[in-house]
Structure formats: C-alpha cells, structure tokens
C-alpha cells in the first residue's frame, strides 16, 4: 500500500491540519473559516511552551521508536505536513503515519463523528476512528496532550478489515504513547 491508498488516507487526516496552520478559527457561519484575530503581544516563553508539549518532538524520529523492530523502513516527512506528519510503509502493505499537533483538541475536525468512538490508550484520552472516509482498512487514533494538542496515529492494511486496521493502529497507538510528553 505504498501508494495510493496510504496517500489519500494521511490526506485526509492531515487535511484538517491545514485550517490550524493557516491560522483559520472556523466560527463563521456557512463553515467557512474566517482569520483567527492576534493578539497584541506575544505569550511568555513559558506560557508558550505550556501551550506547545509537542514542540522539539520529530514525528519522524518518534514513529521510527514507536516501531523498533517490526521491520518498518525509517519514518518520512509526509507531504501535506513535512515538519509534523511522518510515514512509513512495509512491503507486506502496512502503512502507518503520525502527526503531532500542537493547539488542535483530540475531538477537532473528526473526518465522520458518527463512526467515531472515545476511549482510551494507557489512561490517556483517545478518541479511534474507524473506516476512514467509509474506506475499510484505514483507521486512526486521535490520543490527548493537555492542554490543547494531539498526536494522530493512522494506520493502513492493503488487505483486511476495519476491525483489523483498528486493532492495528491501537497497537501502534500504544508505543507512540509511551513517548508523548506527561502533560496534566
């Protein structure tokens, strides 16, 4: 799934991450995204780094030790998000991504809020998405880092179920975990 498949799908989950990059607040009518007014002077250097827990973290670096020994070639810089998105595929077609992303909430722009299912991963609120896009296996893990970011894990199977691509990206989930900064 060194293609098209795993493509669309970290597309789509970094699509989102757009709006946050482009300063949008998303609280005008009609759901277009309007510029999120600044304010006049800048947060303290501690204020910002209470508010950043992932900034210094390499997605890239944190999925390559996430998967240590399970015979992924090194994490990439994904297109759509070079500085906080990486991925990485297998030969056998399991593909796996991680964005880290400071000042996005685990429940902000859910691809389908229907299919979506709160719960969590090592006492650490997470929210797993499953089919993404309707597609069957495709699946992510949207886990917390208080106070306002998130670390998305998405992982792919060329072959398989929902059900397995689930089960795939929550144990993927669970290595990333452990490396997230312990925030309140």
Not at 7 to 32: I, K, N
Not at 172 to 182: D, F, S
């Given at each position: 799934?060194?293609?098209?498949?795993?493509?669309?799908?970290?597309?789509?989950?970094?699509?989102?991450?757009?709006?946050?990059?482009?300063?949008?607040?998303?609280?005008?009518?009609?759901?277009?995204?309007?510029?999120?007014?600044?304010?006049?002077?800048?947060?303290?250097?501690?204020?910002?780094?209470?508010?950043?827990?992932?900034?210094?973290?390499?997605?890239?670096?944190?999925?390559?030790q996430a998967l240590t020994g399970q015979g992924f070639p090194p994490a990439k810089p994904e297109s759509a998000d070079l500085e906080h998105a990486c991925g990485t595929d297998r030969p056998d077609g399991h593909g796996v991504s991680l964005e880290l992303q400071d000042g996005m909430t685990i429940d902000q722009d859910l691809t389908d809020p229907s299919v979506a299912k709160t719960g969590s991963i090592n006492g650490r609120k997470a929210i797993l998405e499953r089919g993404l896009l309707h597609a069957t296996g495709g699946c992510a893990v949207r886990m917390e880092v208080k106070p306002h970011s998130r670390a998305i894990v998405v992982g792919t199977l060329a072959t398989g179920s929902t059900d397995e691509a689930c089960d795939y990206a929550d144990g993927?989930?669970?290595?990333?975990?452990?490396?997230?900064?312990?925030t309140g």
């Open positions: 799934m060194t293609g098209p498949i795993r493509g669309f799908m970290t597309f789509v989950g970094l699509a989102a991450l757009a709006c946050a990059l482009t300063a949008c607040d998303g609280s005008s009518v009609g759901g277009t995204p309007t510029p999120a007014t600044s304010s006049a002077s800048a947060p303290s250097s501690s204020a910002a780094d209470s508010n950043t827990p992932l900034a210094g973290m390499n997605p890239c670096k944190t999925l390559d993927i989930a669970k290595a990333v975990e452990v490396l997230l900064p312990k």
